[in-house]
């Protein structure tokens, strides 16, 4: 078996290089290789996501910053979505993912106790906008 401590180079300083090495992918492994909510752009149109969310009803079980009459508590709270790390504990939390999400929710998760609203993509791309953007 071959270590730098062998190679002419590294004779004497294997030690030092190991350390780097190690020190590197430790911060590698440190690093989330998801795409978060912020670094992705949503390609829907937010005010029509909020008109959606409150036309859908989405306010009879969550609270929805800016939705009116949206202060229910069956589901969790969708306040500051643009910064959780994954939709229904499952997914990252991307554009894409979100849409999917509200779009069919038991497809993603069988046992939910979302249900589907009948949301077709569009729509979801513009509720999705409109979650992504609340800090």
Known sequence: MSTLSGHPRFR???GPVVAAVV???ALA???DDEPSARSTVATGNPELGRELLESYGCGSCHTIPGVKGADALVG???TSFAHRSYVAGQLANTPDNLARWIQDPRRVEPGT???DLGVDAEEARNMAAYLLQLD
């Open 12 to 14: 004497g300083r294997s």
């Open 23 to 25: 020190a590197a992918l």
């Open 29 to 31: 492994a440190c690093q």
């Open 76 to 78: 969790p709270p969708l």
């Open 113 to 115: 106790a979302m249900p």
